[in-house]
T-cell receptor, first 113, second 111 residues
Framework: DAGVIQSPRHEVTEMGQEVTLRCKPI?????LFWYRQTMMRGLELLIY????????DSGMPEDRFSAKMPNASFSTLKIQPSEPRDSAVYFC???????????FGQGTRLTVV | QKEVEQNSGPLSVPEGAIASLNCTYS??????FFWYRQYSGKSPELIMF????GDKEDGRFTAQLNKASQYVSLLIRDSQPSDSATYLC???????????FGTGTRLLVSP
């Protein structure tokens, strides 16, 4: 398996624009996580899904953020409108059942100018 | 206060020495703990996990858990320059898949 695949790897956008980050989890994994990493706050969980259903979105910072998982092999994280403080590395991770390890994608580095 | 606390470092050790990385947590419901390594510009990768009090060894790595003191540590023996990275501690409650991470400790191993 190719692992967790995220796209794009880098995104530069202007403030106010819509940004969509994409993630393909490892085939067969039933949990999918979206994390955001900054120097100040470290790695923060934004939302996670189990079998395509959102379980905990308490980490989503504002209504400007939304996430969907229309099927087992695809998820999106959307920011609309984007702001400079959204600049961070966004990671997607997936895991199987109660297995302990979450596998991370390579991340999307988002810069909002 | 963050649920999982780590000293940001950097922790500098010479090659061949033992590196000791520490983590404290505030949520007594946390039952499992994980150490991830993250190289600069890369994604986190799991090194070890531990859920029982005591020590767990895997090669050059030993994880230690003390639930009474709410303390987790990672020892790296015979440290190598390739171990230079940021080490992230994370905790998880039983029954939940939510991993809560500390901000990480940067380790520098000098040749």
């Amino acid at each position: 398996d190719a692992g967790v695949i995220q796209s794009p790897r880098h995104e530069v956008t202007e403030m106010g624009q819509e940004v969509t980050l994409r993630c393909k989890p490892i085939s067969g994994h039933d949990y999918l996580f979206w994390y955001r990493q900054t120097m100040m706050r470290g790695l923060e969980l934004l939302i996670y899904f189990n079998n395509n259903v959102p379980i905990d979105d308490s980490g989503m910072p504002e209504d400007r953020f939304s996430a969907k998982m229309p099927n087992a092999s695809f998820s999106t994280l959307k920011i609309q409108p984007s702001e400079p403080r959204d600049s961070a590395v966004y990671f997607c991770a997936s895991s199987f059942g109660t297995a302990t390890e979450a596998f991370f994608g390579q991340g999307t580095r988002l810069t909002v100018v | 206060q963050k649920e999982v606390e780590q000293n940001s470092g950097p922790l500098s050790v010479p090659e061949g020495a033992i590196a000791s990385l520490n983590c404290t947590y505030s949520d007594r419901g946390s039952q499992s703990f994980f150490w991830y390594r993250q190289y600069s510009g890369k994604s986190p990768e799991l090194i070890m996990f531990i859920y029982s009090n005591g020590d767990k060894e895997d090669g050059r790595f030993t994880a230690q858990l003390n639930k009474a003191s709410q303390y987790v540590s990672l020892l790296i023996r015979d440290s190598q320059p390739s171990d230079s990275a940021t080490y992230l501690c994370a905790g998880k409650n039983t029954g939940f898949q939510k991993l809560v991470f500390g901000t990480g400790t940067r380790l520098l191993v000098s040749p």
